[in-house]
């Protein structure tokens, strides 16, 4: 056995088995059904049979779906920054994160279209406790975040993690997506958490911090949804931490999510790639001595880049006008736009409710005040 095993995608010879013990599953009918309307069952069943990779199955299939998704459900992905990026060089993609399955999902089908190395993504493993969603993830390349660990667990599962990630950049030359927190940004806020560097840097042996994190060649990424297809979804708990409550999922909460934000509407999306960062390591090795004041350093990084090359569609201009009760944004939206936002807030909030609107608000204006206080730094 590898040290792997319990988190690791599979391997390519695994791949054809695995792939048929789904098959016939209901929900890959129901997802073959909404990837190629119209054809008929056995006819995708027997393509199956011909699978032998993760990159058959990406290929012929994957791309498929999320094409499908976007024209169903947005009106169009649009990109910038990829053009910089090498097509034989791994990297490591840092994300906000937004949306369980297709933050990833629109970066791969990007880096597939621009002939750029495809990712091993991360994914909790509490998503995928479905048999079905777990072999589809790992036949889409997920490899497993451990949820839910004591503190002794939580240690050796961050340095397996950590020494995989590794591996699969220096040795298998294969990209890595990971978000750049745990869980999604419910309130519109993209900080990177310093646990997630130090888990990488678990893995640096006897190079320097600034040294191995160079060689990791992190690119931020920064993914922007006009609208949240989640975003009401995520008001119980927003609502939850308000009151100073313990928040509990419902038992369906996270399958509901991922389909919500799948096939809810999502209008304009846009993916930025920052540029890889490398001689601002160098800076911080001249001026910082203290471990943990580089990984601070790094997370600023990171997150100036997400901020500041995050597109800001009408809707945030909108939010942040409602909120403070200006017009200071004006030109930046149509009335028409602006009405259309605000009866999708009536329709999935209760307007009446002071807080739930408050939060609403700050959900989608908050990428633009990050924006505003990170040009005033």
């Known amino acids: ?66 094409r499908q998704i976007l024209a169903k459900s947005s009106e ?18 840092i994300s906000n994160h937004r949306d369980i399955v297709l933050d990833t999902s629109l970066l791969n089908l990007v880096l597939l279209e621009s ?48 020494e995989y990630i590794d591996m699969l950049l220096h040795e298998e030359n294969r990209s890595v997506w990971i978000a750049q927190r745990e869980g999604r940004a419910k309130d519109g806020n993209d900080a990177t958490q ?20 160079k060689t990791l060649k992190i690119v931020p990424i920064s993914i922007s949804y006009e609208y949240d297809p989640t975003d009401s979804l995520k008001m119980p708990q927003l609502l939850a931490q308000h009151r100073d409550e313990a928040y509990i999922k419902g038992k369906n909460e996270d399958f509901n999510t991922i389909l919500s934000g799948i096939l809810g509407q999502k209008k304009r999306i846009h993916l930025h790639a920052g540029d890889v960062i490398d001689t601002e390591l160098d800076e911080i090795a001249a001026t910082i001595d203290n ?12 997150d100036t880049s997400i901020i500041q090359n995050y597109k800001l569609w009408p809707t945030k201009y909108i939010a942040y006008d409602l909120k403070n ?48 206080k990170a040009e005033e730094k």
């Open 1 to 66: 056995m590898s040290k792997f095993d319990e988190i690791r995608y599979f391997h390519d010879h695994e791949v054809n088995e695995r792939l048929q013990s789904i098959a016939r599953d209901p929900m890959m009918k129901a997802l073959m059904n909404f990837t190629f309307p119209g054809v008929e069952e056995q006819v995708w069943l027997e393509q199956f049979k011909e699978v032998y990779s993760i990159s058959d199955f990406q290929h012929q299939f994957v791309a498929y779906a999320v």
């Open 76 to 93: 169009g992905l649009t990109t910038s920054g990829f053009d910089k990026l090498d097509k034989n060089t791994s990297y490591l993609y």
């Open 115 to 162: 002939g750029l190395i495809m990712t091993a993504s991360a994914i909790g493993d509490n998503l995928v406790k479905r048999n079905f969603l777990n072999v589809l993830a790992k036949l889409n390349r997920n490899f497993l975040v451990q949820r839910g660990l004591s503190i002794r667990d939580q240690l050796t599962s961050s340095q397996t993690m950590s």
């Open 194 to 213: 310093q646990g997630v560097l130090k888990m990488l840097a678990m893995a640096a042996g006897d190079q320097s911090l600034i040294e191995y994190f």
């Open 291 to 302: 471990k943990n004041k580089q990984l601070q350093a790094i997370a600023q990084l990171i």
């Open 325 to 372: 009760n200006t017009d200071t944004y004006a030109s930046q939206y149509t009335e028409q736009e602006k009405q259309l936002f605000i009866r999708r807030l009536e329709m999935r909030i209760d307007p009446a409710d002071p807080v739930s609107k408050e939060y609403f608000l700050a959900m989608y204006a908050n990428p633009l005040v990050n924006k505003l």
